[in-house]
Every structure is written in structure tokens, then in C-alpha cells.
């Protein structure tokens, strides 16, 4: 989706970096985020924080390597007692009709997991509800969550939740309900529909915007470590969460990578407090890097840092290669 305007803002940084020479990598991460606060434009916010969390870790991974030191360490962390978290499957997705969706419920891997999120909120509320019930009345889903992706309006999703309330075979399965609307309305998310959890956090940039949703109520808060916060800013995040009722499942969508991190993180907070999100579909990064890292079985999302992959492109027909030259 943003892949054209990374690329376009890669070359932008790139041009900026042309002017310095001999930078130490600790100099290099503080020319990056320089560049990264020049920028102004809404629509330019998730791309320049992708880029910009990109050196992040770059620098996370160099010191790691240098000191010796576990990512828990030099976040601060407490190191992780287990290897596992929960886990949700969140590839299915809206489809024109009825009979399509159910058959990506029907051809969902159960055996892996049997929560699952999906994404609606492209058409009106009360064309949906057969969607929802679908989701409540199949015996292989235990909890399902509702991914609206921002599509109604607050009247809208008023409406959604005079219409959710009454419904007992829907409100018994539901985890939570995923940006109804658009984020700034997040102050009344929780108003409208206290039965239910509210999720937030992959459109809210920075620390202090996923901070407001704390505040606002909002029970699940969704950064996401590839676009929205740095890495950096985690640990002040998870602190900030702890004396409160919010828990932090991140929002990982389909990279290898980011599913990587996500999982990593996830296993050094309580268990109750969070889930690994992980869309199944194919990725070649997660089918090429990740490969046996990554276990998921019965609900449960097993990581083996032991078990990491090289990625061998001149190998791999999947990927290409674009080379610029400055």
C-alpha cells in the first residue's frame, strides 16, 4: 500500500544523508530522526516512521551485537519466563458476499488457533450482522474480535452497538472491537459500547498518542513497532500500561519481521495481558527468514530464537532486487 511513497521518502533520506560524511552509526540514528521531525504532512507519517524505525533497530541490533546484550536487557525489560504467548489468526477479511466469507472461515487452519479477527465495516452495519453470526455460530471459534478499519462514522457505529447488545451468541464470543471509526473519536468509543473491549493503536503515532488511549479507556492498544512507535518508546509504554486496565497486543499484519519482533516482545509481559497477532497468508519474508522460529499450534505461539534463518536472496525466486546508485 505504501511501498511507492517509502520508496520515494528512502531516496528523500538518502539525498539528506548525501551531506554528511564519516557518520558514526550513533550520528547516523540522530540524522535520521532530524530528518524524520522535518516533515509535517499527516500523510507522510506512517512512511517516514516506518523508515525511521527501520534504523532503529538497525541500532538496536548493532549494540546488541556489540555488548553482548539481549534486546530485553537493553530495553529494560525483564527478561521473558516463557516462550510462548496466546495467539489469534487475523486473515479473514471482508468479502462481497455471504458465502465468500464463510468459506474463508471454512478453509481457516483451526488447528493452529481457534481465535480469529475479522475485518469488516465496508458495508452498513446491518448488512453485516449474517458476517457476525457466521463468526458466532461456527463451533470451531471460541472468541473473534472485529477489525472495522476505521470505516463508520460515530453515528454509525452507534447504531452497531444498539444492534450488538441484544445479540447474546455475538457478545459471548467477542474479544474486542478494532477502530470503529475514525481515531480521533476514540474518546468515545468506550461510551458507546461498554459490553465490549475497545482496540486501538496501529493508526496513533508516538508515545503520546498511545498514551491518550489509555486514558480514553481503550482496553487493547495495538502499536505497531514497524510504523507507529519506535522501539524505543516501548518499555515507557508497557510502564505507562501497567498500573492501568490496558493490555498491549501489537499490531504485526503480515511482515515476517514485524511478526518476529511482535512475539518477542509479547512473551516478557503476563500472558493475560496479551496476544501475538499473526495473519497466515503467505509472506516471504515470514516463510524465508522466520521459517521455524516460529511455531503455532493449539493457541499458542511458540518463538526459538535458536531456530533463525539467513535469508539467501540469490536463492530465492520470491524476491528481486532493485539496486540505486548515488
Known amino acids: 500500500g505504501d511501498r511507492v511513497l517509502i520508496k520515494n521518502c528512502m531516496m528523500q533520506l538518502f539525498d ?28 507522510h507519517c506512517s512512511s517516514i516512521r516506518a523508515i525511521a524505525n527501520a ?52 478453509n481457516f487452519p483451526f488447528e493452529k488457533t481457534r481465535i480469529v479477527k475479522a475485518h469488516l465495516g465496508r458495508k452498513g452495519f446491518i448488512d453485516e450482522l449474517e458476517y457476525y453470526n457466521l463468526l458466532a455460530t461456527n463451533e470451531k471459534i471460541t472468541h473473534f474480535m ?17 444492534s450488538l447488545r441484544t445479540n447474546k451468541e455475538i457478545m459471548l464470543k467477542l474479544l474486542w472491537l478494532e477502530e470503529p471509526t475514525h481515531p480521533d473519536y476514540s474518546t468515545e468509543w468506550s461510551n458507546c459500547f461498554p459490553e465490549a473491549d475497545m482496540a486501538a493503536g496501529e493508526n496513533h503515532h508516538g508515545l503520546m498518542q498511545q ?18 512507535l519506535s522501539i524505543f518508546d516501548f518499555p515507557k509504554l508497557y510502564k505507562f500500561s501497567l498500573n492501568t486496565s490496558s493490555n498491549i497486543s501489537f499490531h504485526s499484519y503480515s511482515s515476517g519481521y514485524l511478526a518476529y519482533i511482535s512475539l518477542l516482545l509479547s512473551i516478557s509481559m503476563p500472558i493475560d495481558r496479551t496476544y501475538y497477532e ?15 522460529a516460529i511455531t503455532i499450534r493449539d493457541g499458542q505461539a511458540t518463538i526459538d530464537s535458536s531456530l533463525l534463518h539467513e535469508l539467501k536472496l540469490e536463492e530465492d525466486p520470491t524476491w528481486t532486487i532493485e539496486i540505486y546508485s548515488y
Open 16 to 43: 539528506y544523508l548525501k551531506n554528511f560524511q564519516s557518520l558514526s552509526i550513533e550520528e547516523l540514528l540522530t540524522y535520521v530522526h532530524k530528518w524524520e521531525a522535518s516533515f509535517v504532512y499527516l500523510e
Open 146 to 162: 472485529i477489525d472495522y478499519n476505521c470505516g463508520y462514522t460515530l453515528d454509525e457505529f452507534r447504531s452497531l452497538c444498539s
Open 211 to 228: 498514551q491518550n488511549l489509555i486514558n480514553n479507556g481503550i482496553r487493547w492498544i495495538m502499536p505497531d513497532l514497524g510504523r507507529t
Open 278 to 292: 499473526h495473519d497466515f497468508s503467505s509472506n516471504a519474508f515470514l516463510d524465508n527468514v522466520i521459517k521455524d
Open 55 to 106: 534504523f532503529d533497530w538497525l541500532y538496536l541490533t548493532y549494540l546488541s551485537h556489540l555488548n553482548g546484550d539481549s534486546i530485553f536487557e537493553m530495553l529494560k525489560l525483564e527478561a521473558p519466563t516463557r516462550n510462548h504467548t496466546r495467539v489469534y489468526g487475523s486473515n479473514i477479511y471482508w468479502k462481497e458476499t455471504k458465502d465468500a466469507f464463510e468459506k474463508q472461515i471454512d
